[in-house]
């Protein structure tokens, strides 16, 4: 099982572009959530999916649009990217008690 | 909305020593779980401890929960260098659903 995947692994981007960060997860969990980190902000939530068909929006929101394709694949997009993304994004699945987190994607957006 | 909060933001041991770091949170809970990140990567599920339960032990891993004070720590015994990382508690709102609150980690150095 390769659990969480998550490409790309890194990204540059010019503000103003767009981009799909994309999630993967073989372990057949219905719930999967976003995340961004930053330095001393620690993990703050951006979208979740409780099941395959819906989508929910967390702590933070504003800039991103999400996509629960099926229910294995999750994907966050940024449709103008600004400086303040500049993070790490997280994705994760959860089965009925534990989040299982991907390697993170680092986006630097210039 | 971050609940949880880790004290210390940062600790620096030995090897051999213990370390414990704490989690407080505001609203009621239905679990605690704590996490660990090594540098770079994403993180990792360590225990979970529900609202009725006041210890449990993982290994060298002992947590403890008091809801009365809305509190949580968790001790690592006998330190190893490989246990440097960041630990995250995260709280399990009663009621929110699926989401879970974050802290903002407490970085943890052992060495050698």
């Known amino acids: 099982n390769a659990g969480v995947t998550q490409t790309p692994k890194f990204q540059v981007l010019k503000t103003g572009q767009s981009m799909t960060l994309q999630c993967a997860q073989d372990m057949n969990h219905n719930s999967m959530y976003w995340y961004r980190q930053d330095p001393g902000m620690g993990l703050r939530l951006i979208y979740y999916?409780?099941?395959?068909?819906?989508?929910d929006k967390g702590e933070v929101p504003n800039g991103y649009n999400v996509s629960r394709l099926n229910k294995r694949e999750f994907s966050l997009r940024l449709e103008s990217a600004a400086p303040s993304q500049t993070s790490v994004y997280f994705c994760?699945?959860?089965?009925?008690?534990?989040?299982?987190f991907g390697p993170g994607t680092r986006l630097l957006v210039l | 909305s971050q609940q949880g909060e880790e004290d210390p933001q940062a600790l620096s041991i030995q090897e051999g020593e213990n370390a414990t770091m704490n989690c407080s949170y505001k609203?009621?809970?239905?679990?605690l779980q704590w996490y660990r990140q090594n540098s770079g990567r994403g993180l990792v599920h360590l225990i979970l401890?529900?609202?009725?339960?006041r210890e449990k032990h993982s290994g060298r891993l002992r947590v403890t929960l008091d809801t009365s004070k809305k509190s949580s720590s968790l001790l690592i015994t006998a330190s190893r260098a490989a246990d440097t990382a960041s630990y995250f508690c995260a709280t399990d709102p009663a009621g929110s659903g699926y989401a879970l609150n974050f802290g903002k980690g407490t970085s943890l150095l052992v060495t050698p």
């Open positions: 999916s409780a099941s395959e068909g819906t989508t």
């Open positions: 401890i529900r609202s009725n339960e």
């Open positions: 609203t009621s809970i239905n679990n």
């Open positions: 994760a699945s959860m089965d009925l008690v534990a989040q299982y």
